[in-house]
């Protein structure tokens, strides 16, 4: 009787010290849970350089994020001369739709700016706080004020004081000013920004701001809410490797440089064919110019005008004297550089104004006046050294197609690759032909089986005029 009361007092005494642990896992387990989710949590993002769609879909991306997780906020920290319209249009619609409070912060030194379309993604937010020491405006770019058509000007900046007018409204943000700014194409100081009404605070950094806008009731889309970032722990979302490699390519100076470097690439593959070693890098680096071209205000025209400056520029450089394609062609190349970023007609007055920087484009310039110099002396020096030994014992001689002439390629000779052109019908590859002239150290050289023909028609002749003179 004693031993059964012994196991039962035993069996509860391990049914305590189960429950006990079985408490104790879901105490540390639910704790931290308890104390995260009372802690007020701020997503985060910062955008930079040229607004691209990308840059929308990541920023809304952040927004739902914050959303679905009901943080106390979200800051967007920004330092831009604008995007495209679409983007641009997205992002302000997504904030002001929002249902938790948007701050926009303009943070940085003396070159941060929010300009163009920038201004407008500010200007949205339920909290729009600027730098010290950077500025915000420039509603439209520079050269919409000089757009030849007076109607497409007119129309274009009402349609951008009606999107900036909406903003406005609904931030209760001084819609006068906003328009003397837009129209004016005028750049406010911080200063100057929260005198006149269009932001709401200046603060030196995020901490600073932070602690400014603490216990603040704003107007989201489900009802007021109130900004609790004492202590707020602030959660930065980081974006894709192919979006931050598209945030780089798209600063002006760089795409520019990229057109610029894969032109000249395949103006040396074209030079020295084959090997496809500045082939491949020319490609990718074209590609990403082009792609970095879509998302930024470039005017096509100035895009053909570099086009036939680098075809004028392959062309002067298998031409075997010089001639005046090459300045043509440098000059052509200086104009479109200088227009890249000046659209003929604008579309938008929301895109950024951009430019090459100046001494870009003298430093690309003579790097590839430099290269080119240097490819035609390579090419005139292998021309001389050719044929200059042979020159009076190469007509007549043989020759194999090594690069097929349709007129002009090239022959094989007594081991060197020599510039040809075909005097009759074009010559494939690996063909034989026979060098019937020298012009200019390039040789002109007839199908092998043409030049032949001759001597067999004339052949017969020869000998019939022969037999009838021994007959007579």
Known sequence: ????????????????????????????????????????????????????????????ETLRTAEHNHATALLLVIDSPGGTETAVQEITRAFLSATVPIIVYVNGDQKTEALSGALFITLAGNIAAVAPAAKIGAGNPESLRVNPSTGEQQQHLSQTLQFATNIAAARDRNVSTLTAVITNNDELTADQARAQGLIDTIAPNIEGLLSQVNGQQVQTLAGPATIQSENARIVWQKSSWHARILQQITDPNIAYLLFSLGALLLIIELFNPGRLIAGVPAIICLAAAFVAFGNMPVSWLAVILMVVAFLILIRELFTPKFTLLGPLGIILYLVGSYTLYRPVRETSAIVPAVRVTWWVIVASTV?????????????????TQGLLPYTAALVGTDAVVSQALRPRGQVSLHGQELPAISDGPDVAEGERVRIASIHDNVLHVMPYEEELQPMIETGPLQMSDRGKSTGA
């Open 1 to 60: 009787m004693i031993s059964k009361v012994n196991q039962t007092g035993a069996c509860n005494q391990i049914r305590r010290l189960l429950c006990g642990a079985v408490l104790f896992v879901l105490f540390a387990t639910l704790a931290p849970t308890r104390v995260s989710a009372e802690t007020p949590r701020i997503y985060a993002i910062h955008v930079s350089g040229v607004i691209s769609s990308l840059t929308s879909s990541k920023v809304i």
């Open 367 to 383: 790097v590839i006046c430099v290269a080119m110099v240097i490819m035609m002396r390579l090419s005139a020096r292998a021309r």
